[in-house]
Each structure stands twice: as C-alpha cells, then as structure tokens.
Nanobody, 123 residues
C-alpha cells in the first residue's frame, strides 16, 4: 500500500494550490479518502474527506468554501484544491485512506497514510 502526496509549495496569501495523492497497492475505489494537516508543534487536524464514489464530501469549518476535495478512481488519485489560502493554512498536508463508513474526521479511523507535502502560505 502506497500513498504519495505531492504538489505542495510556497504561495502568497490569497493564492491557490492543488495537492495530489497518487495511490497504489490497493483497490482505491473501495476506500474513503481524507486529507489532514499538521503544523509544527501541533496535532494532526482533519481537513476534508470524500467517499468512495466521490459523491459525498465533508470539510473542516476552517476550509469550508475555500477547499475542494475530489478523486479520480481511474487514476487512483485524490486531490485537494485550495483557494484563497491564508497563512494559517501553512502545514504539512497528508492524505490517508479509510475503510470505515463513519467518523471520518478522526485520524484514528484511517489505516494508511502518505508521507505528506509541505504547504507554506506567506503573508
């Protein structure tokens, strides 16, 4: 099982960035997927999740209306489009998979994680 996140970088406040997570080694379309982020010295926090088919998604209040999670089951990839970025969005962003049908805001319900990609938003 592999999850490879990429696409992070340095962007000015108000800018946009799209991070991707390419997966392999499992049947991608049978798993819910999530994005989490972790700033230095802080816990890992929920950002967004998307269900197996891509027909349902959920977001943290702090990113609602600015971020969009999506997936391409043919490419085994999940994306996070981030718009109107703020300095407080600066963190390492991690993708993860879950076989659970509920409580997808909790990191403990995810069993495999990518290595993370750094997103830095300058003011």
């Amino acid at each position: 099982v592999q999850l490879q996140a990429s696409g992070g970088g340095l962007v000015q406040a108000g800018g946009s960035l799209r991070v991707s997570c390419v997966t392999s080694g499992f049947t991608f379309s049978t798993y819910n997927m999530g994005w989490f982020r972790q700033a230095p010295g802080k816990e890992r926090y929920f950002v967004a999740w998307i269900n197996k088919s891509g027909g349902q998604a959920n977001y943290a209040d702090s990113v609602q209306g600015r971020f969009t999670i999506s997936r391409n089951n043919d490419k085994n990839t999940v994306y996070l489009q981030m718009n109107s970025l703020k300095p407080e969005d600066t963190a390492v962003y991690y993708c993860a998979r879950s076989s659970r049908p509920w409580f997808l805001r909790s990191p403990s319900n995810y069993d495999s994680w990518g290595q993370g990609t750094q997103v830095t938003v300058s003011s």
